[in-house]
């Protein structure tokens, strides 16, 4: 299926040239419409029923489950963030002194920290892969790096599908392939591929995948998504909550304490996890994100890119080979020449929203962009040389 262009579904002036959904997706105005019912629904308390807090759930979960190739919706748990997600991960996992944690240089915060504290509480050590120096074949030989830099010590390989800065694929099948090996867990941060690029838990079985809902899932702020393998079906939530416990649907048996969960990875949705102005955007967002697909958007990207990418080349700037990197988001080298402050100034005057990361602009796109889009951004870079 090929996609044509899907500005007519948002509310995005004219006027603007918006390149950063990897910070924050601009909502269709179908979530709109399902945040204002959300918001109708809460006037009108009256009008909730049992139901309302479980049904909605329910569908939520079944439609990440499709997205991600999973066939039990009951191993995806609602949380509110990236980083309740990786912290839930990490509160299961057990280490001993020296055992290894390996990150990738300069991940996300939330996919950092959580890394770091875990390893000072067993005296485990981090190992960071560096990115390669060298701009030439920088892709492949950092996941080259990845697969030597998983040993016998290694117990957890924590990182993202791809680079959340620069775009950069990592090779997660054998990344999977080389911590079985080595028995070590794959905790994936799918916030910045998922929903854009295919992803398979079939394909890659990863132990967790942990993803943020309000980029490319175009979720409300707030929201997330989790799916947890078999290592985690007996663990510890983070919290205590009463819909996470078997038979809380029976609301007049509430104090009859279960003290069991709900199977799988019910016992780590987050409480108010029924948000009934969250749950009816995250659903109205999960199908539209189904029916355009993650392949046909990626598809899409690389088909607007395609030209600029070239430009951006031909005038001193490094975009990775298209083999190591994704189209939905990629970081371009800036020219060391080049006055970042004089071109943060050019792209505001011609209403061009983009990431700058050091000497890096990262450039994330969606079905309301345009070729032409990418061509008023290189009409402005070149103009800065």
């Given at each position: 299926m090929k996609?044509?262009?899907?500005?007519?579904?948002?509310?995005?002036?004219?006027?603007?040239?918006?390149?950063?959904?990897?910070?924050?997706?601009?909502?269709?105005?179908?979530?709109?419409?399902?945040?204002?019912?959300?918001?109708?629904?809460?006037?009108?308390?009256?009008k909730i029923t049992g139901d309302s807090y479980f049904e909605p759930v329910k569908k939520v979960?079944?439609?990440?489950?499709?997205?991600?190739?999973?066939?039990?919706?009951?191993?995806?748990?609602?949380?509110?963030?990236?980083?309740?997600?990786?912290?839930?991960?990490?509160?299961?996992?057990?280490?001993?002194?020296n055992d290894e944690i390996l990150l990738v240089e300069s991940q996300f915060p939330?996919?950092?920290?959580?890394?770091?504290?875990?390893?000072?509480?067993?005296?485990?050590?981090?190992?960071?892969?560096?990115?390669?120096?060298?701009?030439?074949?920088?892709?492949?030989?950092?996941?080259?790096?990845?697969?030597?830099?998983?040993?016998?010590?290694?117990?957890?390989?924590?990182?993202?599908?791809?680079?959340?800065?620069?775009?950069?694929?990592?090779?997660?099948?054998?990344?999977?392939?080389?911590?079985?090996?080595?028995?070590?867990?794959?905790?994936?941060?799918?916030s910045q591929s998922v929903g854009a690029l295919p992803f398979s838990v079939k394909e890659i079985q990863p132990d967790a995948l942990i993803c943020a809902g309000y980029k490319w899932l175009f979720g409300p702020y707030g929201c997330g998504y989790a799916y947890f393998g078999e290592y985690f079906d007996n663990g510890n939530p983070l919290e205590e909550n009463w819909s996470n416990?078997?038979?809380?649907?029976?609301?007049?048996?509430?104090?009859?304490?279960?003290?069991?969960?709900?199977?799988?990875?019910?016992?780590?949705?987050?409480?108010?996890?029924?948000?009934?102005?969250?749950?009816?955007?995250?659903?109205?967002a999960l199908e539209q994100v189904l029916e355009w697909t993650p392949k046909a958007i990626q598809e899409y990207c690389k088909d607007i890119t395609s030209e600029a990418v070239i430009t951006l080349k031909e005038n001193g700037c490094f975009v990775e080979h298209d083999a190591f990197r994704t189209h939905h988001l990629f970081g371009v080298e800036l020219p060391k020449q080049m006055d970042i402050d004089v071109l943060k100034s050019t792209l505001k005057e011609a209403n061009i929203f983009i990431s700058f990361r050091v000497n890096y602009i990262r450039l994330s796109c969606h079905l309301y962009n345009t070729k032409n889009d990418f061509k008023k951004l290189t009409d402005c870079i070149i103009k800065c040389l």
């Open positions: 996609l044509q262009n899907q500005k007519h579904l948002f509310s995005i002036p004219e006027e603007i040239t918006y390149l950063n959904i990897a910070s924050q997706s601009p909502s269709f105005k179908a979530v709109e419409q399902a945040g204002i019912e959300g918001v109708l629904e809460k006037s009108h308390p009256f979960k079944q439609l990440f489950a499709k997205l991600i190739d999973v066939d039990d919706y009951n191993r995806i748990a609602n949380i509110p963030s990236a980083s309740y997600g990786l912290a839930t991960v990490a509160k299961n996992i057990t280490l001993k002194k939330s996919n950092y920290y959580v890394w770091e504290k875990l390893a000072h509480k067993f005296d485990a050590k981090l190992k960071i892969i560096a990115m390669p120096k060298s701009t030439e074949n920088r892709g492949k030989i950092w996941n080259e790096s990845i697969l030597s830099g998983i040993s016998e010590n290694t117990k957890v390989v924590a990182l993202g599908n791809i680079h959340w800065a620069n775009g950069t694929l990592f090779d997660l099948k054998s990344i999977r392939k080389k911590a079985t090996e080595k028995k070590a867990l794959l905790i994936i941060d799918g416990r078997l038979h809380s649907e029976n609301m007049t048996g509430l104090t009859s304490y279960q003290p069991k969960y709900k199977p799988l990875a019910n016992r780590y949705s987050v409480g108010e996890h029924a948000s009934f102005i969250h749950i009816k955007m995250q659903i109205a």
